[in-house]
């Protein structure tokens, strides 16, 4: 069966430090990958989705990054984080295009202080 | 891109009793209509899902109702239960741009009192 991993679970981290998170889909090939970010008390919203190796589209202007390494392998990045980006960020994966399904990884609480 | 908007954002509920959930879409191609529950704390679960072939799908206490027509969809959970406690959140598939992308509502907080 398919697992997905984040980590690291709670991240609090200074103003105009970096961040790294990072989520493993395991159990699949090939997975279309998406990270979700949801403020307290909000809605999720899609920051980033990948298709595949190398390939990434971003939703939203913000100083935040994804890159994919590897087909299972989905990281969120920040060269200096904001007080505005805390929040509970997600990953999710989904099989094919065909079945739609999306399920969301453990997911990282971001506090930036 | 989709729009979905959702209603009521607070519900609360007798044990025992119906609630309905309520969302309204905005692009007339987009054919999949999934529903999460996510407890506090925890990540969103798939509780339940319609394609836009079906008008309406049954798994236990819960159901969902599609209307094409109006660009709505429904959830309905019957014989609430303290656990059915948590924000629900709808969301449909925009087609265009690929990735298999969710639009999701702003979540309904559902509590179902004793």
């Known amino acids: 069966s398919q697992t997905i991993h984040q980590w690291p679970a709670t991240l609090v981290q200074p103003v105009g430090s970096p961040l790294s998170l990072e989520c493993t889909v395991e159990?699949?090939?090939?997975?279309?990958l998406y990270w979700y970010r949801q403020a307290a008390g909000r809605g999720l919203q899609l920051l980033f989705y990948?298709?595949?190796?190398?390939?990434i589209s971003s939703e939203v202007p913000q100083n935040l990054s994804a890159s994919r390494p590897q087909d299972r392998q989905f990281i969120l990045s920040s060269k200096k984080l904001l007080l505005s980006d805390s929040g509970f960020y997600l990953c999710?994966?989904?099989?094919?295009?065909?079945?739609?399904?999306?399920?969301f990884g453990p997911g990282t609480r971001l506090t930036v202080t | 891109g989709e729009n979905v908007e959702q209603h009521p954002s607070t519900l609360s509920v007798q044990e025992g009793d119906s609630a309905v959930i309520k969302c309204t879409y905005s692009?007339?191609?987009?054919?999949?209509f999934p529903w999460y529950k996510q407890e506090l704390g925890k990540r969103p679960q798939l509780i339940i899902d319609?394609?836009?072939?079906?008008g309406e799908k049954k798994d236990q206490r819960i159901a969902v109702t599609l209307n094409k027509t109006a660009k709505h969809f429904s959830l309905h959970i019957t014989e609430t239960q303290p656990e059915d406690s948590a924000v629900y959140f709808c969301?449909?598939?925009?087609?265009?741009?690929?990735?298999?992308?969710?639009?999701f509502g702003t979540g309904t907080q559902l509590k179902v009192e004793l």
């Open positions: 999710a994966w989904s099989v094919e295009v065909a079945l739609n399904e999306q399920y």
């Open positions: 159990g699949t090939s090939n997975p279309n």
């Open positions: 990948s298709v595949g190796i190398g390939q």
């Open positions: 692009d007339s191609a987009s054919n999949y």
């Open positions: 319609i394609r836009s072939n079906v």
């Open positions: 969301a449909a598939r925009e087609l265009t741009g690929g990735g298999n992308k969710l639009t």
